[in-house]
């Protein structure tokens, strides 16, 4: 007698999961601007991610080909997984050596995204992009080098 109540049970509660699941099916069919769910690639001209998406670290320049970045090694430090390299360079300024960016690599393929490199930058050289798309096949594409060829420091960073 109880698996007899124990099998209607079943039916009654599997049931009510049905007619639960249909009502919030039936309440963004009769609701569509409401929808939320992204139909990817179809809308790949159109989708916009949301401001919080981190989609990999980019150097930030200037319509003059300008940079902030003082080659400082904070990043590279902050970074839980070695994924930002900062190559040095030593420069004359005012007839002391400084040293200065000459090249900033990132490898994508080892950055979880945590975004430990940005609040760590003293000069907000560096963000948070929010591409997406980084499918390759040659996983050598991965490693990038965020320095535009020929960029130098802005003027008064430091």
């Known amino acids: 007698m109880k698996g007899i109540v124990n099998y209607f049970k079943e039916i009654y509660f599997g049931l009510k999961s049905l007619v639960t699941g249909m009502r919030v099916t039936g309440h963004y069919f009769t609701h569509p601007k409401e929808i939320i769910t992204q139909q990817y690639p179809e809308n790949r001209e159109t989708l916009k991610m949301f401001e ?3 989609g990999e670290v980019v150097l930030l320049h200037n319509e003059n080909n ?3 970045c003082t080659g400082c ?3 590279e430090v902050a ?3 070695g994924t930002i390299e900062i190559i040095h ?3 004359d300024v005012d007839g002391r050596k400084v040293k200065a960016l000459d090249t900033f690599v990132y490898h994508l393929q080892m950055c979880t995204m945590c975004g430990l490199c940005i609040p760590a930058c003293p000069t907000d050289a560096i963000k948070m992009a929010n591409t997406f798309e980084h499918a390759v096949f040659d996983r050598s ?3 990038k080098v ?3 060829p020929g960029s130098k420091i802005m ?3 430091k």
Do not use: I, M, W, Y
């Open 79 to 81: 970074c839980p997984n």
């Open 146 to 148: 965020l320095n535009n």
């Open 52 to 54: 919080r998406f981190r």
């Open 73 to 75: 090694s904070a990043c």
């Open 66 to 68: 300008e940079h902030r």
């Open 89 to 91: 360079k030593r420069v």
């Open 155 to 157: 003027d008064g960073v």
């Open 141 to 143: 594409k991965l490693t």
